[in-house]
C-alpha cells in the first residue's frame, strides 16, 4: 500500500527527490532533501539574509557592520567609496630596521640578531663573536 501523502518533493529543479523527512531552508522557505539545504546547495538567493559574518573591507582590515536584509558587497562597496581610512603610503612600512654595528657594513636585518658576549646587534654575516671582532668576552669562541 502507498501513501500519496507522506513527504515532498526536493525544490531544487535538479533534484525533484521525494523525501520522507523533508527539510525547510530557514532563510528562503523552500522545501529541499538532504542534499540540497545548505545555502550554497540549493544557491539560496535569501542566503545574505541569515549570513552572521562581518565583512572586513579589503583596503583598510576595518569591519564593516551590516543590517540585516542589507548586501554585504554593496554596504562594503560604499564604505570604500566613502568612509575607509586605507592611506598606500601608510603600507609601506619597513620592516629590515635592525642595522649591523660591525663597523662598514650597511646590512640590516628583520629581526635582532644580538650577540650573547657583547650584547651588539649584527646582520646574519656577523652575527659570531669572531666574525665582528668581539670585545664581550676575554677569550673568544673558536670558529668550529
Not at 22 to 40: N, Q, S, T, W
Not at 46 to 62: I, T
Not at 90 to 102: A, D, E, S
Not at 116 to 127: A, L, P, S, T, V
Request: hydrophobic share 25%; charged share 30%.
Amino acid at each position: 500500500m502507498e501513501l500519496p501523502g507522506l513527504g515532498e518533493h526536493c525544490s531544487e529543479r535538479t533534484c525533484k527527490q521525494l523525501d520522507f523527512l523533508p527539510l525547510k531552508c530557514d532563510a528562503c522557505g523552500e522545501v529541499f532533501c538532504k542534499d540540497h539545504i545548505r545555502y550554497d546547495d540549493h544557491k539560496c538567493s535569501s542566503a545574505y539574509k541569515k549570513n552572521v559574518q562581518v565583512p572586513v573591507c579589503p583596503l583598510c582590515n576595518a569591519p564593516i557592520p551590516v543590517q540585516k536584509g542589507e548586501i554585504p558587497d554593496i554596504v562594503v562597496g560604499a564604505h570604500m567609496d566613502k568612509d575607509c581610512k586605507y592611506n598606500p603610503a601608510q603600507q609601506k612600512q619597513r620592516i629590515f630596521t635592525n642595522k649591523c654595528l660591525k663597523p662598514g657594513c650597511k646590512r640590516k636585518e628583520m629581526m635582532k640578531v644580538v650577540c650573547e658576549q657583547c650584547g651588539g646587534n649584527f646582520c646574519i654575516k656577523h652575527r659570531h663573536p669572531l666574525d665582528h671582532d668581539c670585545k664581550g668576552s676575554s677569550h673568544p669562541a673558536s670558529k668550529a
